[in-house]
C-alpha cells in the first residue's frame, strides 16, 4: 500500500495534526495518538496522502510540546512509543505517509542537559547550549543586540547561578542548543535516526533557519521590514538566521536520511527571500521544500494571489517546488479571515489544491473551523502570556491576526455531541469547543453534498485522478477580468483550467479549449458556447 518511489514526496498533499486537538481516545480531555490512529480514515476520506504530526515529545508543555525534555520518547498524554509506532504502521497500510515535527533548535530549560549546563562552566553539558558573559562592569546587559522570536525582547536570558546569559530564541524556556558542540551533533543526529529506524517518512523541522548563530556573536544590522507573512521585523538577522553554516546543517541532515529508503524528507520552517530559501533546497541535497508563507497573510483580492502565484512561479520553477499555507496552529484560521464565507472558502481550497506544488491543510480547515475567541487573561499559550498580558482585550480582539494561538487549536470537530466528539461529554476539553460545533462538524458536512468538507474532497480526488494537478506545468490565463485569476495545467495529454472570482459580482468572459464543467462552488456558474460567467467567489475547474 505504502508508496515505494523515491519522489512520492513531489505529489503530496500533507495534513497537519495538531495531537493535543485532534482526537482524544483515552478521556483526558487532551488529543493523543492512538487518538490520531482512530481517526486516520478522516485522512483517507478527506484525500490527503501524508500526515504532519505536531510535537508529541516528552515536554513539560509549557509551549505544548516545542519545549522537548527527552527527544526519543512520548509525552505520557500522549501515549508512548509503541503508540507512535502504531500510528506509523496504520499509517502506513493506508498509503499515508507520517511526518514528525522535529525541533533541533532548543529543548526544554526542563531539559536534563540543561538543567546539568545551567550548574556551572565544568559541568558536562557545559557547552551544550549558547552561553556568553554580558556587557558593562557587572557583566548585566546582554551580550549582543539579538531578539527573540517576536522581537519583543532580548533573547539572552540571565542565570544567576552561572553569572552568564544563555540565548533562548523563543522563548525562555526554550534554550537553544549550541550545534557548534560535536556532542550536541550527534546526540541530536542520534535521535533523528531513532524516529527514522521507527519507520517515519521525514520531518517537519521547526525553526530550522535560525540554528546555526554567528559564532563570534556579532550584533545584528537595524534594518526595519516586512516578512511576506506579514511579521514585522526591526533587525535584520544576519548574524542569526540564514548563515553560511546553516545551509550545511541542511546538507548534514540530509546525508543522514540517505541512508534510508525509499526516501524520506524534510520540510523547513525557515523565513527569507526565494534565493535564500531555494538554498535550502539547491542541488537536491539539503531540504525537500521549505514551506513559503505569503499565503498566510491574504488579502481577499485577485492582484494579491496572482502577484503571488506569478512570483513563486517565477522563483520556484521546476524542480523547485511551492508550497501553500493557508493557516496552521500559529497562525489565524482562513475561513475567520474571509468573515466565515463559504463561497471564499471554497475558492480558496480549489486555489491551493490545483497550484502546482504542495498543498499544506491544517486539521479543521476542510470544515471551515474559525478562529475561537478566548481572552487574553485566561490564554494557556506562553506567547499571548509572555508577551501580551498587557494588551487591552478589545485591541487584541480587533488584530487580524490571533496573538493568543489557542484560537486557533481549538478541538476538532468530529459530530454534534457535547464537546463535538473530541472527547467525552462529561469531559472537559484542554480548550474549549467552538460554539458553532452543531453545524461545523465532520458527521454534519459529510452528510450535506454542498458543505465544505465535500468541496475539500472533490478536489482532492480531482487532483488524484489528473496528473496535470500534480505533476503539470502552471500557465497563467491572461485577458481576463480583473476580479478573476485563471490558469492552466497540463501534463502530457491531460489539461485542465481553473477560474477564480474573487469579485463579488459576477464576471463573463471567454475560454478556449475546455468544454467539461468538472467542479463547480456555485449553482450561478455557468459554461455555455464558450464562454463562462462566475457568480460572485465563484470557482470552477474546467477540462
Ligand atoms: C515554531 C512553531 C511554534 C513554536 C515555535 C517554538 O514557530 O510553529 O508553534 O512555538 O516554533 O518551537
Redesign the pocket.
Known sequence: MNDHSSDWWKSCVIYQVYPRSFYDSNGDGIGDLDGITQKLDHLIELGVNTLWVSPFFASPQV?FG?DISDFTSVAPEYGNLDSAKALIDAAHQRGLKVLFDL?L??TSSQHPWFQDSLTGKSSEHADWYIWADGRGPAGRIPPNNWRS?LEVKSAWHYSKTRKQWYLGT?LPC?PDLNWRNEHVREAMFNAVRFWLDLGVDGFRL??FGAIMKDPMLRSNPFHPYMEPSELMRLWRRDYTENTDDNFELARDLRSVLMRYEPERVLIG?VFGPPETLKRYVANGAGLHFTFLFGFLAFRFKAKFFSKLIASYEKNFPEPYLPTYVLE???RARSFSRVGENIFKAKLLALLMLTLRGVPVIYQGQELGMPNTYIPLRKAKDP?AKEYFWWMPEFVSKRLPERIN?DEVRTPMQWDSSVNAGFCPPKTTPWLPVNENYLSCNVEVQRSYEYSLFCWYKAVLAQRALRPSLTLGDLVMISGLPEQVIGYARTHGEDSCQVFLNFGDTDSYFDVTAPDKVILSSDPGNLLLDGRLKLAPYGAILLA
Open positions: 509551549d516545542y525541533v533548535n532548543h522570536g523563543f526554550q521547526d525553526m520552517e496552521n496552529h500559529d506567547i494561538r
